[in-house]
């Protein structure tokens, strides 16, 4: 059921696009399996319920966190803890969890207290690097990798602080057979925008087709509409 919720999420479904009974079987089946689940499988499960916007006060949804409660200190995983992460920053920083029952608030406020960064890998891109090289000549107020939400669980490729904007930079790796943005890059940009950024993001084709310093200046004042 965990893999079956990931791959649902995966597609791009909501949990509007369920009739009333298919949601209930699949509520039913991880309340039925939610004791055999592994770290990954509790990790991959909450992020699709979570992200397919399944109610924050569903019984499933509190048996996942009790059991991330009380197992956080096996959770080993940096990848794991980190969608932990962006799960409690959708309920607790965006309208996501405007409703929040008390039982589920102190819970996910137990939980995050048990960490303070995740540890991802980083890497900078040359494309990254060089976006970043022309963008300093417009605004000297930019940070490169910057990290928000829980945990610092989310890193962004360069980030404005005075107009609170952050800048993705998408490599090859953020399409997808269609040459369309994949789904991994599009929540990301659905979460960003909820935690109240403008968000702006920078094709490696785009780019890559500008000639000169000259043209990439212009194209990003204009991506910036300065």
């Not at 949601?23 to 399996?33: F, W």
């Not at 589920?104 to 991802?120: A, F, G, M, R, Y």
């Not at 090289?133 to 930019?142: A, E, S, V």
């Not at 360069?158 to 953020?174: A, C, L």
Request: a neutral charge.
């Amino acid at each position: 059921i965990a893999n079956t919720l990931l791959a649902l999420y995966q597609l791009g479904l909501k949990w509007t696009n369920f009739n009333n009974n298919l949601q209930n079987n699949l509520i039913g089946s991880v309340e039925d399996n939610v004791n055999q689940f592994n770290p990954q499988n509790i990790a991959n499960t909450l992020l699709a319920l979570v992200k397919m916007k399944v109610s924050i006060n569903e019984l499933c949804i509190l048996k996942l966190l009790r059991i991330i409660n009380i197992n956080f200190n096996n959770i080993v995983i940096d990848e794991s803890i980190s969608q932990i992460g962006q799960v409690l920053t959708r309920i607790l920083l965006t309208s996501y969890g405007i409703n929040l029952s008390n039982e589920v608030n102190i819970l996910i406020n137990e939980i995050k207290s048990k960490k303070n960064k995740v540890n991802l890998e980083i890497t900078e891109s040359h494309l990254q690097n060089d976006v970043f090289r022309i963008l300093k000549k417009l605004n000297k107020d930019i940070e490169m990798e910057y990290k928000c939400g829980i945990w610092d669980c989310i890193t962004v490729d360069i980030y404005i602080k005075n107009s609170n904007t952050v800048i993705e930079v998408n490599g090859p790796n953020h399409f997808d057979f269609k040459n369309e943005y994949n789904l991994k890059t599009l929540r990301k940009k659905e979460l960003l925008i909820e935690l109240g950024f403008n968000y702006i993001d920078i094709s490696y084709k785009e780019w890559n087709s500008l000639n000169n310093d000259e043209e990439k200046l212009v194209y990003l004042k204009t991506k910036l509409s300065v």
